[in-house]
T-cell receptor, first 114, second 115 residues
């Protein structure tokens, strides 16, 4: 079945460091791909998404590119801030449109130290 | 905009009792709402999809008689855990989407502890 695998955390970085959180997926067809972020005490928020191969999603300095050939959607940011500390979830939704539930990875806890 | 609330945020109950969790879209009408369950250090697992005015669609392995879902209006869906047992203790999260919308807006979750 469909699945999402992302790197285990916690990931601890210093402020202004470069961030990569790996995410790969298995799916039938070409799903839509998402990164959600959960700040402490809050619900999941959509960070960025991509709906087809080679699309790049970006928001708040974060980027991820939909790589069909490697079935990946790695999250990157050039210079992280303390305020980026949160749990990040990679997710997919089946291709074909309509309202379908998401398949999530386990989440990666990111800790940014000043 | 696109705020989803859940109530209660946490609940403790005795084994054998039923617990109702509400999910509300506060500033939009949600044609579809989803219910997820999250165990510690695990991913969110989709339990069911509910569309306003129709029966919920449950994922494989989820007992529909155990987890009753009602989506009576475009702004409210409820999940009732019937005859709860300690193994039902978990974090339950709902999300809502607009008609034809791809983006899901998530509630803050409800932590259930069954003693």
């Amino acid at each position: 079945g469909d699945s999402v695998t992302q790197m285990e955390g916690p990931v601890t970085l210093s402020e202004e460091a470069f961030l990569t959180i790996n995410c790969t997926y298995t799916a039938t067809g070409y799903p839509s791909l998402f990164w959600y972020v959960q700040y402490p005490g809050e619900g999941l928020q959509l960070l960025l998404k991509a709906t087809k191969a080679d699309d790049k999603g970006s928001n708040k300095g974060f980027e991820a590119t939909y790589r069909k050939e490697t079935t990946s959607f790695h999250l990157e940011k050039g210079s992280v801030q303390v305020s980026d500390s949160a749990v990040y979830f990679c997710a997919q939704r089946p291709a074909g449109g309509g309202a379908d539930g998401l398949t999530f990875g386990k989440g990666t806890h990111l800790i940014i130290q000043p | 905009g696109a705020v989803v609330s859940q109530h209660p945020s946490w609940v403790i109950c005795k084994s054998g009792t039923s617990v109702k969790i509400e999910c509300r879209s506060l500033d939009f009408q949600a044609t579809t709402m989803f219910w997820y369950r999250q165990f510690p250090k695990q991913s969110l697992m989709l339990m069911a999809t509910s569309n306003e005015g129709s029966k919920a669609t449950y994922e494989q392995g989820v007992e529909k008689d155990k987890f009753l879902i009602n989506h009576a209006s475009l702004t409210l869906s409820t999940l009732t855990v019937t005859s709860a047992h300690p193994e039902d203790s978990s974090f339950y999260i709902c999300s809502a989407s607009l008609a034809g919308g791809e983006t899901q807006y998530f509630g803050p979750g409800t932590r259930l502890l069954v003693l």
